[in-house]
């Protein structure tokens, strides 16, 4: 089974910049597209940025400009650069492969305050 652990959350002030790490275990061979989701109070989840071979990129409108995915040389861990963080950021994080969700682990907490 697959495990995914998110770290690297936290309480940051709007304009400051985080970065998520996820680390995944398991028989990942086979899956494709690693991504980071979020979700909201009160909202669904929501797809923000995935990588996929050929290191192909593809973002949420919203966040364009401003996170930046990327990968270790192994499949097994992935990153999330977050900078010029504005409060509608604030939300749990979570990595899954896109193509192939797997079962979702704790996600990291982003809180962008004041």
């Known amino acids: 089974q697959v495990q995914l652990v998110e770290s690297g959350g936290g309480l940051v002030q709007p304009g400051g910049s985080l970065r998520l790490s996820c680390a995944a275990s398991?028989?990942?061979?086979?899956?494709?597209?690693m991504a980071w989701f979020r979700q909201a109070p009160g909202k669904q989840r929501e797809l923000v940025a995935a990588?996929?071979?050929?290191?192909?990129?593809n973002y949420a409108d919203s966040v364009k400009g401003r996170f930046t995915i990327s990968r270790s040389n192994t499949k097994n861990t992935w990153y999330l650069q977050m900078n010029s963080l504005k409060p509608e950021d604030t939300a749990v994080y979570y990595c899954?492969?896109?193509?192939?969700?797997?079962?979702w682990g704790q996600g990291t907490q982003v809180t962008v305050s004041s």
């Open positions: 899954n492969f896109r193509d192939s969700p797997q079962p």
């Open positions: 990588i996929a071979s050929g290191d192909n990129t």
């Open positions: 398991g028989s990942i061979f086979r899956l494709y597209a």
